[in-house]
Nanobody, 118 residues
Framework: QLQVVESGGGLAQAGGSLRLSCTASGRTFSSYTMGWFRQAPGKDREFVATITWNGANTYADSVKGRFTISRDNAKNTVYLQMNSLKPEDTAVYYC????????????WGQGTQVTVSS
């Protein structure tokens, strides 16, 4: 079992940067695919980025070139570096973990608010 906790959200101006962190408990963190998702008010939760156990990453088109996902397995932590922020990036950001044999993300954090002002 894995528990994940996000941190690093806050308020930023358009064009600014924030870095989100997600720290997980559990000794098998390195085998999990980790993902970031977000949910804006009145909208469905959407995929942002994912990183596999060996560092392969995928991004939503809306954040490609602006956001970077990375992981430090020694620290059981995954990061989301967000640059060139836009007001439409405002959302609650969630970290999630998917086991090596799972089809879906099983473990979710509580979320961290990111607000981008214009």
């Amino acid at each position: 079992q894995l528990q994940v906790v996000e941190s690093g959200g806050g308020l930023a101006q358009a064009g600014g940067s924030l870095r989100l962190s997600c720290t997980a408990s559990g000794r098998t963190f390195s085998s999990y695919t980790m993902g970031w998702f977000r949910q804006a008010p009145g909208k469905d939760r959407e995929f942002v980025a994912t990183i596999t156990w060996n560092g392969a990453n995928t991004y939503a088109d809306s954040v490609k070139g602006r956001f970077t996902i990375s992981r430090d397995n020694a620290k059981n932590t995954v990061y989301l570096q967000m640059n060139s922020l836009k007001p439409e990036d405002t959302a609650v950001y969630y970290c999630a973990a998917r086991g090596p044999y799972d089809q879906t993300y099983t473990y979710w954090g509580q979320g961290t608010q990111v607000t981008v002002s214009s």
